[in-house]
């Protein structure tokens, strides 16, 4: 079962705002902004071949991010970026707002402890769907509130 990532206005303004300018200007304004390079590095091509890949990470990340639990994983899925949970080594679940960076695109996250001492957070767009998955398949997952 699939379960996309919840989106934030902010995070998806500046996803795009970013990925537009990482793309935009190096092809179509190479003199746009203040290249403090050197000058065998101040050509387009070299601007597009740096800046173009991270701009379109960044779009691959806002339409790529999501959670799938399927044979006892939890696959997350967060643009080019892939990690995978077996359920069973879940231990618990809390509702989080954590800022700093996570596979998610919204600030209303739950963070999800397992094995001994790992967690990362994740924000599942249908939050009870997605808790009610795992709790079929773990009964034994503590949720925090």
């Not at 970013?18 to 746009?32: H, N, S, T």
């Not at 790529?64 to 643009?79: A, E, H």
């Not at 077996?86 to 700093?100: H, L």
């Amino acid at each position: 079962m699939y379960f996309p990532s919840k989106k934030d206005l902010w995070m998806t303004i500046v996803i795009w705002l970013f990925a537009v300018l990482f793309i935009v200007p190096p092809i179509l304004f190479p003199d746009f902004g203040v290249w403090m390079t050197p000058e065998f590095l101040n050509k387009q091509w070299i601007k597009v071949v740096i800046l173009c890949p991270i701009g379109l990470s960044l779009i691959w990340i806002w339409f790529n991010t999501g959670y799938s639990i399927k044979d006892n994983i939890l696959k997350i899925q967060y643009g080019p970026f892939k990690k995978a949970i077996k359920i069973e080594e879940i231990q618990s679940i809390r509702q989080t707002t954590n800022p700093f960076t996570a596979p998610s695109l919204s600030i209303n996250r739950i963070e999800v402890n397992y094995r001994k001492y790992n967690t990362i957070q994740i924000s599942p767009k249908d939050m009870n769907g997605f808790l009610t998955q795992l709790m079929k398949m773990n009964s034994g997952i503590l949720i925090k509130k």
